[in-house]
């Protein structure tokens, strides 16, 4: 069993910066792909960065390519996500999740955390 919680969130305006991090409890954290999601309002969750259990491999979605950068810490049961150049369209709740397949599909994770909002103006 894997407890996740995200932190970072916050107001910002147009190509600012944020980092978000989702801080896991369990024992086999290591073990799980840890992936980031969003979700704006009216529209569905949508995959944004997954990395695997060692670190060393990570996809994005198109939208953020070149802009986000996800990383973990698995000494510190920790995964990031790296926000730059921040847009508009990037307002969304963010939530990481912690699944043994690691795709882009939501409902192929085992473990969410409550979301952090991120708003960014114009």
């Known amino acids: 069993q894997v407890q996740l919680v995200e932190s970072g969130g916050g107001w910002v305006q147009a190509g600012s910066s944020l980092r978000l991090s989702c801080a896991a409890s369990g024992r086999f954290f290591s073990r799980y792909v840890m992936s980031w999601f969003r979700q704006a309002p009216k529209k569905e969750r949508e995959f944004v960065a997954a990395?695997?259990?060692?670190?060393?491999?990570?996809v994005y979605a198109d939208s953020v390519k070149g802009r986000f950068s996800i990383s973990r810490d698995n000494a510190k049961n920790t995964v990031y996500l790296q926000m730059n150049n921040l847009k508009p369209e990037d307002t969304a709740v963010y939530y990481c999740?912690?699944?043994?397949?690691?795709?882009?599909?939501?409902?192929?994770?085992?473990?969410w955390g409550q979301g952090t909002q991120v708003t960014v103006s114009s």
């Open positions: 999740a912690g699944g043994e397949r690691g795709t882009d599909q939501v409902n192929e994770y085992d473990y």
């Open positions: 990395v695997n259990w060692g670190g060393g491999s990570t």
